[in-house]
């Protein structure tokens, strides 16, 4: 059986090491779509949380009910209802954000993040960790949206959060609100992730092996050379 | 000629993966085998094709005259989730080789979000009947090429030698940003 996690590392894994995006790799067509400008980042991953969050409560609370045979096709008709909430709401209250999104908003029932939670946690978890692990991935999703959506926004049109911040003389990219940007940039993002995810591994490799040679005990060193 | 326009633009101008973004998923996770990108492509466009169908009659015949239209997102996730599943049983029924060869990637196909766009698209456009089929053959056809270009330019990419970070999904994506810059210059084709 696993350690259980405290409830503040439930909250946080989420939003770093296992971020859905930058780490798992899930959920990128949303990401990729709708990141030209910050703004659109912003609302996309509030209303994915928002799906999550509900979703996770309500399915962590029936978790008991539901039978296993038929548990993926409710979990999709339970995410469908939230997200037609959102749709809806975002129709009626934000009818330009709403034209910006597209059908990115009703293909959140789609997103293999939500779905992966559901049946990774909120089904085997109650209401309480589920709330908890939903915010943290929600976030995670949302910070990662608005960094992909920020870089873009500032080199493809000189702004942030619609306010102008680059100066008129310098050329807007114009590639980084293209489709191919989104790839470029992402893919640049998760080369950086993995850069220094890769100089903390030799670095804890490096202290063991200053450790062992302190205590003297070089055997160890080779053994560690081995595996 | 609509139609042939219908299908172009579907298949190269507005490829679902290199432009619209949808089912970026199987695009990374299936492109690194040519024998299997061409199943998976093959599985795809026959299913975005019923689904053309089936969501086309589903909307127009149902939804619309009910003014159900508000059900839309869950009744087509539904409706294709248990049109696959009908269609890999009877698959699997008819003919084995055929099931062999798409049989794997059809469950995978139920939550690909270009299937799901493709009903969404196909209804906020208000295509016809005839012209919402083509541009399911289209898109379908549009995702199998890319596929099978992604997944030839992988197998050459194994052999090179890629800076530590950016192996696996860094260099895949940059390989992605890379075509869609190419396709771009078919943007003029219409």
């Known amino acids: ?227 | 000629m609509e139609l042939f326009v219908i299908f172009i633009s579907a298949a190269l101008v507005n490829n679902f993966v290199l432009a619209y973004f949808l089912g970026i998923c199987p695009f990374v996770g299936v492109s690194n085998k040519l024998s299997s990108a061409i199943s998976m492509g093959m599985a795809t466009t026959f299913v975005m094709t019923l689904t053309a169908i089936v969501s086309w009659l589903l909307y127009n015949l149902i939804l619309i005259p009910y003014n159900l239209d508000f059900l839309q997102i869950p009744s087509f996730i539904l409706v294709i989730a248990s049109l696959v599943q009908f269609v890999e049983m009877v698959i699997k029924k008819v003919s084995q080789p055929l099931y062999r060869a798409l049989g794997i990637f059809l469950p995978l196909i139920t939550t690909n979000c270009a299937i799901l766009g493709l009903a969404l698209f196909g209804s906020m456009r208000e295509y016809s009947f005839a012209e919402n089929i083509i541009f399911g053959l289209g898109a379908g056809a549009g995702f199998t090429l890319a596929l099978v270009i992604m997944a030839g330019i992988r197998e050459e990419l194994d052999l090179a030698d890629v800076p530590k970070p950016f192996r696996g999904a860094p260099i895949t994506l940059i390989v992605a940003g890379i075509l869609a810059l190419a396709f771009m210059g078919f943007a003029g084709m219409i």
Request: net charge positive.
């Open chain 1, 1 to 227: 059986m696993k350690k259980q996690l405290s409830s503040w590392q439930e909250f946080t894994k989420g939003i770093w090491k296992n971020n859905p995006i930058m780490v798992q790799l899930l959920g990128l067509c949303p990401t990729l779509a709708v990141t030209v400008s910050a703004i659109n980042g912003l609302a996309m991953g509030l209303a994915a949380t928002f799906v999550l969050i509900m979703s996770s409560l309500l399915i962590s609370s029936i978790r008991k009910i539901i039978p296993g045979q038929v548990r993926i096709a409710s979990f999709i008709v339970i995410i469908a209802t939230f997200v037609t909430i959102v749709d809806l709401v975002m129709k009626a209250k934000f009818p330009a954000l709403s034209k910006a999104l597209g059908p990115f908003i009703p293909l959140i029932v789609v997103n293999c993040v939500i779905l992966g939670r559901q049946e990774a946690f909120a089904s085997k978890n109650n209401p309480g960790r589920a709330f908890l692990d939903a915010i943290g991935m929600g976030s995670g999703f949302t910070l990662s949206l608005i960094v992909l959506g920020t870089i873009r926004e500032i080199i493809g049109s000189r702004s942030f959060f619609g306010i102008k911040v680059l100066p008129e003389g310098f050329e807007p990219w114009l590639i980084m609100i293209l489709p191919a940007g989104a790839f470029l940039t992402l893919g640049l993002l998760l080369a950086l992730v993995n850069y220094y995810s890769i100089r903390k591994e030799r670095e804890e490799h490096e202290s063991i092996i200053a450790h062992y040679k302190r205590v003297g005990r070089e055997e160890l060193i080779e053994e560690l050379k081995v595996n």
